[in-house]
């Protein structure tokens, strides 16, 4: 179901990626449920960086992990900026379906790159892989995209299905029918195998939390070495 080209492992020593299949979950427009642990999850976050400004923020190593990486092509970690907003200007954790929801939230928790896909739209098996600099994607909006060579992307046997720099495709988006459903976490040098499995437990228990009957068909990291 997923696989690390040579390229890959070559290339990021010591990076990882997590994946998270479940089936027969749901995903309705809005999960009251899980709206409760959403705004008790904000204020927790909100009381873990209080008094913190921006460079003391910037000082949390998995911050710290994701912006070595983003300098490469000139860009700022977009979940860092995301942590910044519901600190600095009170903006909460998006409202969206509650499936995608479930990975957001888990997401500011801990701060790790993920995305999520409708199982049934993919060819299998996934691949991480690194841009050349060619290849190109429709992204969520609609938008057709080059990659930047050195970026960690992951395709299907159909094509790309996301990349670290320019975030999910549209084709494998999860939609109001999405019942199988894996998440894929981005995860560079310097973050530590542990703190991965507690993310991919933190997207299945709100998962469980929208669909008790779900099942976990997978959960585990992958790495280079």
């Known amino acids: 179901m997923f696989q690390l080209s040579d390229s890959w492992k070559k290339t990021f020593a010591g990076a990882h990626a997590g994946v998270l299949v479940m089936r027969g979950a749901i995903n309705p427009p809005h999960h009251a449920g899980l709206e409760k642990q959403k705004i008790l999850l904000e204020e927790q976050i909100r009381a873990r960086f209080a008094g913190q400004e921006r460079p003391q923020i910037g000082q949390n190593l998995i911050l ?78 609609g938008l057709e995209q080059t990659l930047k060579a050195g970026d960690m992307f992951m395709r299907d046997g159909a094509g790309i299905i996301s990349s670290i720099i320019y975030g999910p495709d549209q084709r494998t988006q ?34 469980l939390t929208i669909a008790p009957r779900a099942q976990t068909e997978m959960l585990k990291i992958f790495g280079a070495d």
């Open 174 to 207: 999860i939609g109001s029918r999405t019942k199988d459903v894996i998440f894929t976490v981005y995860v560079p040098t310097g973050i530590e195998v542990a703190t991965i499995e507690q993310h991919l437990q933190k997207i299945q228990q709100n998962v």
């Open 64 to 141: 710290q992990a994701y912006e070595t990486y983003y300098k490469q092509f000139k860009k700022t970690y977009h979940v860092q900026l995301q942590l910044e907003s519901l600190l600095f200007k009170g903006k909460p954790i998006p409202s969206v379906a509650a499936l995608v929801e479930a990975m957001f939230m888990a997401e500011m928790d801990d701060l790790l790159l993920t995305a999520g896909h409708d199982l049934d739209t993919l060819q299998l098996p996934i691949t991480l892989d690194v841009a050349r600099g060619n290849e190109q994607y429709i992204t969520m909006r």
